[in-house]
């Protein structure tokens, strides 16, 4: 069984950690994940609102690309 789990992350870095430019602020939040977590009826409602349903290893790529 597949799942949908929202994932954010707000990723901030602070100008004393780079530079001295204001905080840097970036978001992470990925569409829709494959998981075994989701009720069947959550699946059913993102593929009738055309909701992209993405595998876990292809999040966790993009996650990683965005840290």
């Known amino acids: 069984m597949s799942a949908i789990v929202p994932v954010s992350l707000l990723y901030v870095v602070h100008s004393t ?7 840097l602020f970036r978001y992470f939040s990925p569409r ?3 998981t075994g977590m989701n009720h069947p009826d959550v699946i059913e ?8 349903i993405d595998k876990p290893e292809f999040v966790a ?3 990683y690309q965005f840290m």
């Open 32 to 34: 829709a994940t494959e």
């Open 45 to 52: 409602m993102n593929l009738k609102l055309g909701v992209k």
């Open 61 to 63: 790529k993009e996650l």
């Open 17 to 23: 950690e780079i530079q001295q430019d204001p905080p």
